[in-house]
């Protein structure tokens, strides 16, 4: 077994684990960069949307390659095709090309002074007492183990870091989703993204059309909970029943997990962190993570490296990027899972008579766990009996 050192391994070059790198890097330490897959960026498992706020604290700018297609607006449909159309002066849309965005932002991580290293698959970490002292992994060469100050894991959602380093092995609850990329297509309006509710389209979940272009969309699945089948099944028979995508052409087929349970209880301890999918920072009711990881990735990155330079890593130090990171993200993911045990209790019907009174500024807050409680009490104000019990299950 070959052995190196760095005082900072990121393991996963996803948004997370390269804004982390960057980060810390940009503060004088040195930092390793490991990715599993032999290129940054893909394979692509995402729905690939993002605001422009996200874009921009990622460091990039909102134009091709990374972008592929400006959104303007939003409609959520409900089980019987009515729809809110949402639109706001506080955000504008995109869909991303992933690829070209993660290699983006790894790219920036080398120039800040990050090592990479592709084809490198973490396997497991190395312990000192109680503390993560570095990582074991596999690349064309054979075994390696890396010995640093910090592990930072943004491996995602099956993270080899938090399993090995014996946080939580898994999520309490996760959406499977399933996703075309179609081609050949002719749509209406490609700079409006959908989503899709109710048992029948998408139990548990939602259905997506989120376009790349007028003749190119992500058109994906998620399921859970009441869902009779995989989600592949769910999506085929929802492109079926859609005459948009009658003579659509397959260009990619992809899929994976989405954690919906919020982030976990403890994401630091002796010499690592964990950041992104891998620690379950996205906003449950949407399944939105990059925007989260880009913050995650630069909160831990500066703590990181202030660790490194400090001469401590211990547990107590490293909680300051988990309180930082909760002081801004923690209420909306625990105020978007409270959203999520709310909705499994809406029959399509309910959710057919929240659309009528609804409005796109409320759809916003309830998604995104911000001023939940005061946008519930004024529906609760005009809710039929119905809506106003399941409202005041939630208030309770």
Not at 42 to 57: R, S, W
Not at 208 to 227: C, D, H, L, Q, T
Not at 354 to 380: C, H, P, Q, R, Y
Request: contains cysteine.
């Amino acid at each position: 077994m070959r052995h190196i050192s760095s005082d900072v391994v990121v393991v996963g070059a996803g948004p997370a684990g390269s804004l982390a790198a960057r980060t810390a890097a940009e503060r004088g330490v040195n930092v390793l960069l490991l990715e599993e897959h032999p290129e940054v960026g893909l394979p692509v498992f995402c729905a690939e949307g993002l605001n422009i706020k996200g874009i921009e604290d990622a460091g990039l700018e909102a134009k091709p390659p990374i972008v592929s297609q400006v959104i303007h607006k939003a409609r959520i449909y409900a089980p019987d095709k009515n729809y809110v159309e949402l639109t706001s002066s506080k955000w504008e849309g995109y869909t991303l090309n992933r690829d070209a965005f993660d290699r983006a932002l790894a790219e920036k991580a080398v120039t800040a002074g990050a090592e990479l290293r592709t084809g490198t698959r973490v396997t497991d970490v190395v312990r000192d007492g109680d503390a993560i002292v570095g990582v074991r992994a596999l690349d064309e060469d054979g075994s390696l183990e890396v010995r640093s100050r910090v592990v930072i894991g943004a491996d995602g959602q099956a993270s080899t870091v938090r399993i090995r380093s014996g946080f939580c092995r898994w999520f309490p609850d996760v959406i499977p989703c399933a996703q075309y990329r179609l081609g050949g297509l002719e749509l209406e309006d490609p700079e409006v993204n959908e989503c899709h509710l109710g048992r029948e389209v998408a139990p548990g979940g939602y259905a997506w059309v989120f376009p790349k272009s007028r003749e190119v969309a992500n058109v994906g699945i998620g399921v859970r909970k009441y869902n009779e089948g995989p989600p592949i099944d769910y999506l085929r028979r929802f492109v079926e029943s859609d005459p948009r995508f009658k003579d659509a052409e397959v260009l990619l087929v992809n899929g994976g997990l989405c954690p919906v349970s919020g982030m976990i209880d403890r994401i630091v301890d002796n010499g690592v962190m964990l950041i992104g999918d891998a620690a379950g920072q996205l906003i449950p009711m949407t399944g939105a993570g990059i925007h989260l990881a880009v913050m995650a990735g630069k909160m831990a990155g500066e703590v990181a490296a202030e660790a490194v330079k400090g001469g401590d890593v211990s547990s107590v130090f490293l909680q300051g990027y988990a309180d930082r990171f909760d002081g801004i993200w923690g209420k909306s993911i625990r105020e978007s899972k409270r959203m999520v045990e709310m909705l499994d209790k809406f029959e399509d019907g309910d959710l057919n008579t929240l659309a009528k009174i609804i409005s796109s500024e409320d759809i916003l807050n309830l998604a995104n766990g911000t001023n939940v409680g005061l946008t519930l009490a004024k529906l609760v104000a005009r809710a039929p009996r119905g809506i106003m019990r399941l409202v005041q299950a939630y208030l309770r």
